[in-house]
Each structure stands twice: as structure tokens, then as C-alpha cells.
Nanobody, 119 residues
Framework: QVQLVESGGGLVQPGGSLRLSCAAS????????MGWYRQAPGKQRELVAA???????NYADSVKGRFTISRDNAKNTVYLQMNSLKPEDTAVYYC?????????????WGQGTQVTVSS
């Protein structure tokens, strides 16, 4: 069973920065895509950014130029550097990964970490 554990959320003022981390553990054979999603109160969960094992990335238009996703394949860890944060970035951020463990394909989600942007 693959587990994802997130860290790095918190309260930050507008214009500030935060860095989220998500580490995958378990009987992992390979991880294809790792990504970050977010869900604000009353809204649907949306993709923020994703990164493939080869390094190609995809960002939501609302975060382009402000957020950077990266990963350490050796550590099965994905990061989200968030700069120039805005109040509308306030949400619970979830890590996601898909790949194969030693027996079968998997899709895993983290438990979520709260990011609040407020003065």
C-alpha cells in the first residue's frame, strides 16, 4: 500500500511564500505523475500543478509564474514552491501520485494540508 504524507502548509500574508512537500512510501516500484491539487470551501478540487517522472510539468493558469513544482525521484518526493501568494490561493492542498507498486498500478492521495493566505 502506498502512502503520501504532506507537510509545509500554514498561514502566510499576501505576497508571501510557502513550500509544500509530499513524500511517498510503501512498496513502490515506480511513480509516473506526481501532482498537487487544491480545494477551497464550496469549490471543486482542482489541479494546481503536476510533474512527470521525466520532469515535464503542467500548471493551472492561475498559478503560472508564481508556483513551481519539482520532484526528487530518488526520494519519491514532490515539492510545490508557492510565491507571491494571494488570498484566493487559500485552500486545502492535496498531493497525488500514480504509478506501480510491486503488485499493481496505484493512485494515491495525501491527507491534505491547509494553506491560508490572509493579512
Amino acid at each position: 500500500q502506498v502512502q503520501l504524507v504532506e507537510s509545509g502548509g500554514g498561514l502566510v500574508q499576501p505576497g508571501g511564500s510557502l513550500r509544500l512537500s509530499c513524500a511517498a512510501s510503501g512498496s513502490i516500484f515506480s511513480i509516473n505523475i506526481m501532482g498537487w491539487y487544491r480545494q477551497a470551501p464550496g469549490k471543486q478540487r482542482e489541479l494546481v500543478a503536476a510533474i512527470a517522472s521525466g520532469g515535464s510539468t503542467n500548471y493551472a493558469d492561475s498559478v503560472k509564474g508564481r508556483f513551481t513544482i519539482s520532484r526528487d525521484n530518488a526520494k519519491n518526493t514532490v515539492y510545490l514552491q508557492m510565491n507571491s501568494l494571494k488570498p484566493e490561493d487559500t485552500a486545502v492542498y492535496y498531493c497525488n501520485a500514480d504509478g506501480r507498486d510491486t503488485k499493481a498500478p496505484f493512485v494515491a492521495w495525501g491527507q491534505g494540508t491547509q494553506v491560508t493566505v490572509s493579512s
